[in-house]
């Protein structure tokens, strides 16, 4: 992951697709834990589910070849 620019609680980053892969995996492993989500991650759930939905479909624009 290589960050492009940080501007207050906002970073524009550049992942490889390997990474996106990893984080989209992580990320709905996670929501399928044990426990409340919200006090697991911090967040309400539907942020974390939108992260994982904005992966899910930032991966399938991943062409196979750079994995």
Same mark, same amino acid.
């Given at each position: ?21 990893? %984080? ?6 996670? %929501? ?5 989500? +919200? +006090? ?5 759930? +539907?942020?974390? +589910?939108? %992260? ?16």
């Amino acid at each position: 992951m290589k960050i492009l620019s940080f501007d207050g609680d906002a970073a524009t980053v550049q992942l490889k697709a390997l990474e996106i892969r990893t %984080l989209r995996n992580a990320v709905r492993e996670a %929501l399928r834990g044990p426990g409340d989500a +919200e +006090e697991r991650f911090g967040a309400p759930r +539907e942020m974390v +589910e939108g %992260l994982r939905d904005t992966l899910d479909a930032v991966f399938d624009q991943v062409d196979p070849g750079d994995i």
